[in-house]
């Protein structure tokens, strides 16, 4: 893609249960996009490339040419929930010989949560629900541990921090009621992701 997408923002809202929208945990993270292959990039809100921070993110190069992923980097605490305190640290790097020595002792793990091209083809368009079923399928073909699918459960909202209309479009830099953000009362744990436990 010659141009960086900005990435879709949800707006606050109180918990709420409804069939018609996604929960899932918000993670305490880095938002990070992704376009994958060869000539991949990783890059944030206001488009600013993180690739040369993130080295273990290489992986990204094994993912068909032309897609784009939407996610958040995320580190783990020794107690097993995501710590935004580590992720920062690991972000401000920029002695590249420590970003490489970090990379492997504290390697980051790109949770996944939106597919918004496939292999050159926009699915801006279509719902959210059908663009995490093609997500899903990628990522269990590929099997990559760094990079992982955020799971999430229709209806039952009101344990979880982020809404998602299942019938939602793709809009880049815009926010939008179809996403909403909820003040979470817990952290999220390395335990919710699949092939992790605490």
Same mark, same amino acid.
């Given at each position: 893609?010659?141009?960086?997408?900005?990435?879709?923002?949800?707006?606050? +809202?109180?918990?709420?249960?409804?069939?018609? !929208?996604?929960?899932?945990?918000?993670?305490? @993270?880095?938002?990070?996009?992704?376009?994958?292959?060869?000539?991949?990039?990783?890059?944030?809100?206001?488009?600013?490339? !993180?690739?040369?921070?993130?080295?273990?993110?290489?992986v990204l190069g094994?993912?068909?040419?032309? &897609?784009?992923?939407?996610?958040? %980097?995320?580190?783990?605490?020794?107690?097993? /929930?995501?710590? /935004? @305190?580590?992720?920062?640290?690991?972000?401000?790097? &920029?002695?590249?010989?420590?970003?490489?020595?970090? +990379?492997?002792?504290?390697?980051?793990? !790109?949770?996944?949560?939106?597919? /918004?091209?496939?292999?050159?083809?926009?699915?801006?368009?279509?719902? %959210?629900?059908?663009?995490?079923?093609? %997500?899903?399928?990628?990522?269990?073909?590929?099997?990559?541990?760094?990079?992982?699918?955020?799971? @999430?459960?229709? #209806?039952? #909202?009101?344990?979880?921090?982020?809404?998602?209309?299942?019938?939602? #479009? !793709?809009?880049p830099g815009r926010?939008? +009621?179809?996403?909403?953000?909820?003040?979470?009362?817990?952290?999220?744990?390395? +335990?919710? %992701?699949?092939g992790f436990s &605490?």
């Amino acid at each position: 893609m010659n141009q960086r997408l900005l990435p879709m923002l949800a707006v606050p +809202s109180a918990p709420f249960d409804s069939a018609e !929208y996604l929960f899932e945990v918000k993670w305490d @993270g880095v938002r990070a996009l992704a376009a994958c292959g060869p000539d991949g990039a990783v890059w944030g809100r206001d488009a600013a490339d !993180y690739s040369a921070r993130y080295p273990e993110l290489a992986v990204l190069g094994r993912f068909p040419a032309g &897609t784009v992923l939407d996610g958040e %980097l995320v580190r783990w605490g020794p107690d097993g /929930l995501s710590n /935004l @305190g580590a992720i920062l640290k690991r972000h401000h790097l &920029t002695n590249p010989a420590r970003i490489e020595q970090a +990379s492997r002792s504290q390697p980051v793990c !790109y949770v996944v949560f939106d597919l /918004l091209h496939l292999r050159g083809r926009s699915l801006l368009g279509e719902p %959210l629900q059908r663009r995490r079923e093609a %997500l899903q399928e990628l990522l269990h073909r590929l099997q990559e541990r760094y990079v992982v699918f955020s799971e @999430g459960v229709v #209806g039952a #909202g009101r344990a979880f921090f982020e809404a998602k209309h299942r019938a939602s #479009g !793709y809009r880049p830099g815009r926010r939008s +009621s179809a996403w909403r953000k909820v003040k979470p009362a817990r952290r999220p744990q390395r +335990s919710q %992701l699949p092939g992790f436990s &605490t």
